[in-house]
């Protein structure tokens, strides 16, 4: 009765007239980012960061939240149509989704993926729900010691889960670290790596950092890649509701892509991209017709589709439950909730329950939205992606500079943007995935401040950390995932799985 009773007052949240008309602005921007490569929901979430300020908490984080999962949908739109992935998470749903498109299947391929994300999203949603009220009874018996080791478990797991070189993974957290002490220390007063300048002495601010990274850096990395040739499905599009035949090839990679983007999504470092090319693993393992794989098999375009808008949505549950951010997009929407006042965290639960549970049900709207808009807007869709890249980067950089002046009228934000701007695109030059730095970054001083806590509970005995069950059990599952994704044979076997 307790999760029905929380849902209704969730919904009655979610209906208000002002709610509801930025649900629709966020799907709708969502879709509108996922379409067009080079931006993505960090950098546009992090733009809008500046115009959150004067909306009330729940309209600004229902926006935001739709603008998260919204970008899943449109980036799989043009990955069937036009065979780019507007996001990442769709890259695998352009091998066999565009293939059904030239088929002349570009209706059943679009269907396929809309009923298999509403599905997924609609099941993500009551698994938050389901799931809340427990994870925020468990985080109460967290302490400084607990939130600590679970940070340490976060950073591990992102390592562990990202692409690309361990080692350059493991300097990516350790630099995010290192960003995250900039600033006067709380605690003795001192400065630390200010470098004389003022402007730093209040930290690194995140949203200059993440624009810079995601935006700027993204934008300077397609530039020097050339214009891409884009060759688009212009035929008209007939036949948009599946055969029989489809369904049932369909129903178990979108049950199955469900359940494994649920679980996956709430992993630190996981979310829509690891779980939709897990799903895609799966279903090519489990399929009768593995061979037409990568030549239109419907379930290469179900499975993943269903898996990354569950993984996006249940990668809120550690964010709005133990306030610790999965994903890079959920370390924003934490800078938007502080920005409001708000604790996120098992407290928020009691302190502002309408707005926890408004938030959850919006996200049950915000799906049904996407699935109304998702076709209808194919043909405006197509036409954006004929202009070329050239026009639209000086766009990009206008609203990323004027969305990080605004933040507090600085002109030295700026600056930290560009900085960070050309570092990111040096990472991508070096295969060096920048969402460990920034997790690294936003935690960093969270986990310094609890470290602190424990040692000042202890009296300086670091046993603390090994005396408490829970937190002795976070710390090994961390260092054994460590110890075992550096032996020579799961290494080998983890870049396999990731190549593949």
């Known amino acids: 009765m307790d999760l029905i009773s929380n849902l209704a007052l969730g919904f009655s949240e979610a209906f208000s007239s002002t709610n509801l008309l930025y649900a629709f602005l966020g799907c709708l921007l969502g879709t509108l980012i996922g379409v067009l490569p080079g931006l993505g929901p960090a950098a546009t979430i992090a733009m809008l960061l500046p115009i959150t300020f004067t909306l009330d908490p729940s309209a600004a984080l229902i926006m935001l939240a739709g603008i998260y999962y919204g970008a899943q949908y449109g980036g799989s739109t043009t990955a069937i149509l036009v065979n780019i992935p507007g996001e990442a998470s769709s890259v695998v749903t352009a091998l066999d989704g565009y293939q059904m498109a030239r088929q002349g299947r570009a209706g059943v391929a679009l269907s396929t993926a809309a009923i298999g994300s509403f599905v997924a999203g609609s099941v993500a949603t009551l698994a938050i729900a389901a799931l809340a009220v427990p994870l925020a009874g468990l985080a109460l018996k967290f302490h400084a010691a607990e939130y600590f080791a679970l940070m340490v478990l976060g950073l591990i797991a992102s390592v562990v889960l990202a692409q690309g070189s361990l080692l350059k993974a493991l300097a990516m957290i350790v630099l995010g670290l290192i960003a995250g002490t900039v600033g006067i220390d709380v605690t003795s007063g001192s400065y630390r790596l200010t470098f004389g300048f003022v402007d730093l002495l209040d930290g690194l601010d995140i949203v200059a950092v993440a624009m810079g990274l995601f935006g700027l850096g993204e934008v300077i990395h397609n530039l020097t890649r050339g214009e891409e040739r884009r060759t688009a499905y212009t035929s008209q599009i007939r036949g948009l509701l599946p055969a029989r035949s489809d369904i049932r090839r369909m129903s178990g990679p979108v049950a199955r892509g469900t359940l494994l983007g649920t679980v996956l999504g709430i992993l630190p470092g996981g979310g829509a991209l690891l779980s939709s090319f897990a799903s895609y693993a799966v279903e090519k393992r489990l399929s009768p017709f593995p061979q037409e794989f990568g030549k239109g098999a419907i379930e290469g375009v179900a499975g993943p589709e269903s898996a990354n808008n569950a993984g996006a949505q249940?990668?809120?549950?550690?964010?709005?439950?133990?306030?610790?951010?999965?994903?890079?997009?959920?370390?924003?929407?934490?800078?938007?909730?502080?920005?409001?006042?708000?604790?996120?965290?098992?407290?928020?639960?009691?302190?502002?329950?309408?707005?926890?549970?408004?938030?959850?049900?919006?996200?049950?709207?915000?799906?049904?939205?996407?699935?109304?808009?998702?076709?209808?807007?194919?043909?405006?869709?197509?036409?954006?992606?004929?202009?070329?890249?050239?026009?639209?980067?000086?766009?990009?950089?206008?609203?990323?500079?004027?969305?990080?002046?605004?933040?507090?009228?600085?002109?030295?934000?700026?600056?930290?943007?560009?900085?960070?701007?050309?570092?990111?695109?040096?990472?991508?030059?070096?295969?060096?995935?920048?969402?460990?730095?920034?997790?690294?970054?936003?935690?960093?001083?969270?986990?310094?401040?609890?470290?602190?806590?424990?040692?000042?509970?202890?009296?300086?005995?670091?046993?603390?950390?090994?005396?408490r069950p829970i937190s002795a059990t976070l710390l090994s599952i961390a260092l054994i995932s460590l110890l075992a994704v550096s032996l020579p044979a799961i290494r080998r076997k983890r870049d396999e799985a990731l190549q593949e």
Not at 326 to 333: R, T, Y
Not at 334 to 343: D, K, T
Not at 367 to 376: A, G, Y
């Open 314 to 467: 249940t990668s809120f549950i550690p964010m709005l439950t133990l306030g610790i951010p999965s994903n890079v997009i959920m370390a924003l929407m934490i800078g938007a909730m502080m920005v409001h006042g708000i604790q996120p965290g098992p407290s928020m639960m009691t302190d502002q329950p309408a707005l926890f549970w408004g938030l959850i049900a919006s996200m049950w709207i915000g799906n049904l939205m996407l699935l109304v808009l998702n076709l209808p807007l194919i043909g405006i869709w197509v036409r954006l992606l004929t202009l070329p890249y050239k026009y639209l980067f000086l766009g990009i950089m206008t609203f990323c500079a004027i969305g990080v002046y605004t933040l507090a009228s600085n002109s030295a934000d700026i600056y930290i943007m560009v900085f960070f701007g050309f570092l990111g695109f040096v990472f991508r030059r070096l295969d060096c995935e920048p969402a460990p730095f920034l997790l690294a970054l936003v935690l960093g001083p969270m986990m310094e401040e609890y470290l602190r806590r424990a040692m000042l509970l202890s009296r300086g005995d670091p046993m603390i950390f090994i005396e």
